[in-house]
């Protein structure tokens, strides 16, 4: 199956293709201020174009849903969207924090996968390897946790592994036996999110096409001071 996946959820952002049947893969990274709804559609298009595909022939666009940047997340599921609708090809999701721990070796650790929040509080998920090598959210049931920096300092435990951008300011906070992944695997990647996708794929998952929206975690400073406004 021929794939797109976009990955805009943080400051940078990235464009991949793959056929995962054939075991084909290209990524891109996107210049800087590359990621806006002008600029995306642009880097798609060369992406194509460097690797001969036609967009008639990708068969799934899959995305980056959040948590992240309120900005980049409506461009890049916006942009998803709109091309898997023209085209006619499946839409797929996917949590970006799970696209931090694809790009983790397995291990018997716990992982823990860290987007910044903002305002002292972070994006944070944990995850164990399944038997199949996968990493998979401890709690299944939510798409991430909001603690506060110190609240989640104070879960870690020696052997803990942690991923994630933020780590350019938390590292030297990190307890004494907890591991840092390597600098150049802590930002999401687009060849994760179309790993990612395909394995949804085979298991018969898609997301539909006028339902799926970004998904940020929390709300946006703006709506949290109305609401305390209007109570």
């Given at each position: ?11 940078s ?6 056929d ?14 590359q ?21 008639r022939?990708?068969?799934?666009v ?38 931090l ?45 909001l ?12 052997g ?15 307890p004494?036996?907890?591991?840092a992944?390597a ?10 999110v ?19 929206v ?13 609401l305390?406004?209007?109570?």
């Amino acid at each position: 199956m021929r794939i797109l996946a976009l990955e805009t959820s943080g400051l940078s952002g990235s464009v991949a293709l793959l056929d995962d049947q054939r075991g084909f893969e290209f990524s891109c990274e996107l210049a800087a201020g590359q990621r806006s709804a002008q600029a995306l559609a642009p880097a798609i298009h060369d992406a194509l174009k460097s690797t001969g595909w036609s967009p008639r022939e990708l068969e799934a666009v899959a995305v980056t849903v959040g948590p992240g940047s309120f900005t980049g997340l409506r461009i890049g599921v916006t942009t998803a969207k709109t091309l898997a609708y023209a085209i006619g090809a499946a839409i797929v999701g996917v949590n970006s924090l799970d696209v931090l721990a694809a790009a983790i070796p397995p291990s018997d650790a716990r992982l823990w996968a860290l987007l910044d929040a903002h305002r002292s509080e972070l994006f944070a998920a944990s995850y164990r390897v399944n038997t199949a090598g996968d990493w998979i959210r401890e709690d299944a049931t939510r798409e991430c946790s909001l603690p506060t920096v110190d609240a989640w300092l104070a879960q870690l435990a020696p052997g803990d592994i942690v991923t994630g951008p933020v780590l350019a300011k938390l590292a030297s906070r990190l307890p004494s036996g907890v591991i840092a992944a390597a600098e150049e695997l802590r930002s999401p990647q687009a060849r994760y999110v179309a790993r990612l996708a395909a394995k949804r794929l085979a298991a018969g998952e898609r997301d539909d096409v006028w339902n799926l929206v970004p998904f940020y975690g929390r709300l946006s400073a703006a709506e949290e001071k109305r609401l305390a406004t209007d109570a």
